[in-house]
């Protein structure tokens, strides 16, 4: 049994945003950041919660990111909005692109989010839930930093690009994907050679381009992509639509720029909005939302399906009164930086 | 060895718009049509070529479809354009539809195009790759007739459900990918249950839930979407985007409707365009070209991979001067029609 301490969601939120102002994070950084930390810990996706902030404090270290830098929104057309992070983390540079993306959604029908200069080290589900609990449908894409071979390739160019779609409902929190466009998240291997276990066939090859099930080969050699060809398109349309179309870096150059290895890639986000409101001849946002709860119901009806955000709406509807258990070792560990 | 007959592109053109126009299409429709149809052939996918013309007349047979319909196109906000195609086929709508879309998506940066009433049984590249051919970066989604399982169920739910994406390129083809949601397209199954072959493990389910390679039992159980639960989660997407979203049907009610077992579903498609010039600081296309052409060498550079279109494009090299070879039973049966 692991040692644990128990935490509200406050709590948690404080630990992490204290931990991050000490690491010379402003307010306005720190807070956004504790937010996705406090959100992935209440939807018990504890390898996006306070397991992170001990990853910014070592990103910090390398003296790459501006922890103190303020967005600066632009527009760049009447549906396209710009946020230049200015070398701060992602989450606040989303959080203030949020209302922007939302306005031009609403007004022109459809909109897009260019997120530039970040650091991306945090899911992308909260960008997208946040628009459709405003009653948007929403995309995020995002590069990492080059650890996924091409399809029929061996060497790493895709970072692990993932896609999140949000679409919103009437009577709860919104359908929710965030997805790599690898087989496994990076982390997923990581913890398999802490804990000497193999890979499952088809996660990854060696250096010489060879499948391998070994974890620490994996490590040296490239992630592949889900679903062969598919997956490895849809992690080059990722490449494209969150680099060379916003005028940010590739997961190769974020590689290239991440001299130190932390695995903290620099780079953009694009975000797509769209008002479910403006889309139809009838103009009205609840026949289509009403319509798509009858999709998720044939869903449901079948044994041993779920909709993907569900296990996460689950674990929330506990934490948020009785909070969560984190090990003691983080919470020491957290406590004790800066 | 097939008997076969040689067909310049502009022979294959006419052969199809004058049996469509037999079979009762107007003009407009039969030429749309036929353009597919044609480019189909020039970039050797024979699977969307002639080859579908008997499945047109099979489907225009039920009375359903207007093969004489014309698209109307109205604006449902500044950046959303609707054509509703009045119960015809989809080629002439996304014909029609392309102008509007382009020109919203130059002056407001980004916009969407959501076509309405159409039987849908052609390929998505057309229209993704037309947009794109004029330097827009471009996304298309529809539904089919439910076909597929949602991960962890057995049942037919979800359609192939496509999903296209085009990239611009200044010296040449634009880079398109467009790709089932499902590990195989339905016709793989199909051609494999007239040779007699077996399936891949992983394709498909009988009508009992349990896997199968048989192709007759597939067919009458429920194809697999591909990844797992990624592929399943984009096909939940896309049925949301071509379905609810534009006020349209979802796969499994183009199924009911789809009482004559044809397999041509009516329904809706969503398009999405981008302009590369309106999404950087910098404001010019011509950089953010030049930034993904580097992505394509380093993707080429791979031995053993190649660009998701590439294929076609070298087909399309050959066959403009040199023509096609088509089946003589197959333009025989196409002259016979109507």
């Not at 945003?17 to 504790?34: F, M, V, W």
């Not at 690898?182 to 090859?205: F, H, K, N, T, Y």
């Not at 060809?229 to 990722?238: F, L, W």
């Amino acid at each position: 049994m692991t040692d644990t301490v128990h935490l509200s969601l406050e709590e948690v939120h404080a630990l992490a945003r204290d931990a991050l102002r000490r690491l010379g994070c402003s307010e306005p950084q720190a807070g956004a950041i504790a937010d996705t930390v406090t959100a992935a810990e209440r939807d018990e996706c504890q390898s996006h919660g306070l397991f992170r902030i001990p990853f910014y404090a070592r990103v910090i270290a390398t003296g790459r990111p501006d922890p103190r830098a303020e967005p600066e929104i632009s527009e760049l057309a009447p549906a396209v909005a710009r946020v230049d992070g200015r070398m701060g983390f992602a989450p606040l540079a989303l959080q203030r692109g949020a209302a922007p993306l939302a306005e031009r959604a609403r007004s022109q029908g459809i909109a897009a989010l260019s997120v530039n200069n970040v650091f991306h080290i945090a899911a992308l589900w909260p960008e997208v839930e946040r628009l459709a609990e405003q009653g948007l449908v929403a995309f995020a894409f995002t590069g990492a930093i080059n650890y996924v071979a091409p399809a029929g390739g061996t060497r790493p160019l895709f970072g692990t690009n993932p896609m999140a779609f949000a679409w919103p409902r009437e009577n709860g929190p919104p359908v929710v994907f965030d997805q790599a466009s690898s087989v496994s998240a990076r982390g997923e291997i990581q913890i398999r050679r802490r804990d000497g276990v193999s890979l499952p066939a088809g996660w990854a090859v060696g250096p010489d381009g060879a499948p391998t099930t070994d974890p620490d080969i994996a490590l040296k050699g490239a992630q592949l992509p889900f679903g062969g060809h598919k997956g490895s398109a849809i992690a080059m349309m990722v490449e494209l639509l969150a680099g060379a179309l916003i005028g940010d870096l590739f997961s190769y150059e974020a590689g290239e720029r991440d001299a130190d290895g932390t695995g903290a890639p620099q780079g953009g986000e694009l975000m797509i909005a769209i008002d479910p409101a403006r889309c139809t001849a009838g103009g009205e946002a609840t026949a289509s939302l009403g319509h798509a709860e009858q999709l998720f119901s044939r869903i449901l009806e079948q044994e041993g399906t779920r909709l993907p955000s569900q296990r996460r709406v689950d674990a929330r509807r506990r934490t948020l009164t009785a909070g969560v258990e984190v090990p003691r070792s983080l919470v020491e560990r957290i406590g004790a930086l800066g």
